[in-house]
């Protein structure tokens, strides 16, 4: 059972636009949830995350937006780049848990046109 | 500076044979995974470790084992390989304590073909 669902599976997006990739959860305990980026022959990297406490959060171009009671959180790319392109995870974990276990969601490509 | 770092990249493996892949971080970091991750899967978690002699089971530990007998090092083992552990492996780390997020640090993953 996917205990993260995201969705595209894949986007393609034209230089200057806005990307956005959405995630839901259903496991109430999840208090912490990171966005992970993955260029292709690399790991994946943290690219930005945010708590449960806010209800958003941005970095440069980046931002979540989290919605606690719809228990939905998604990634929004402003003016979308063809460096952006690559694959993102959503991700979900129980911060204050002993496992430190994240649960991810199945991936989205993202391909900027230029 | 090397982080995680995994060993082979690539590996072609016949139907039955075992294989080690290596994994070693120098961040001394507590806690240490193996995911795989298969197209348009996502990565599932295959066993994790939260320090030298503790291991547990991830969502996907069969045909596969692993041990931590240092805080470094975190080797995952095939036995007997299967087609449908064709897969791309990846190796990451983390440190949790009381005021650090729980980051994961990826390796550049090993790719492997079972034929």
């Known amino acids: 059972q996917q205990q993260v669902k995201q969705s595209p599976q894949s986007l393609i997006v034209q230089k200057g636009g806005i990307s956005i990739i959405n995630c839901a959860y259903e496991?109430?305990?999840?208090?912490?949830f990171p966005w992970y980026q993955q260029f292709p022959g690399k790991g994946p990297a943290l690219l930005i995350a945010i708590r449960p406490d806010v209800s958003e959060k941005k970095e440069g171009r980046f931002t979540i937006s989290f919605n606690k009671s719809a228990k939905q959180f998604s990634l929004h790319i402003m003016d979308s780049q063809p460096g952006d392109s690559a694959t993102y995870f959503c991700a979900a974990s129980i911060r204050g848990s002993t496992l430190g276990r994240l649960y991810f969601g199945r991936g989205t490509q993202l391909t900027v046109w230029p | 500076n090397a982080g995680v770092t995994q060993t082979p990249k690539f590996r072609i493996l016949k139907i039955g044979q075992s294989m080690t892949l290596q994994c070693t971080q120098d961040m001394n970091h507590n806690y240490m995974y193996w995911y795989r991750q298969d197209p348009g899967m996502g990565l599932k978690l295959i066993y994790y470790?939260?320090?030298?002699?503790?291991?547990d089971k991830g969502e996907v530990p069969n045909g596969y084992n692993v041990s931590r007998s240092t805080t470094e090092d975190f080797p995952l083992r095939l036995e007997l390989a299967a087609p449908s552990q064709t897969s791309v492996y990846f190796c990451?780390?983390?440190?949790?304590?009381?005021?650090?997020?729980?980051?994961?640090?990826f390796g550049e993953g090993s790719r492997l073909t079972v034929l």
């Open positions: 990451a780390s983390s440190y949790l304590g009381v005021t650090n997020t729980g980051e994961l640090f």
């Open positions: 470790s939260v320090g030298a002699g503790i291991t």
């Open positions: 496991n109430t305990a999840f208090d912490y």
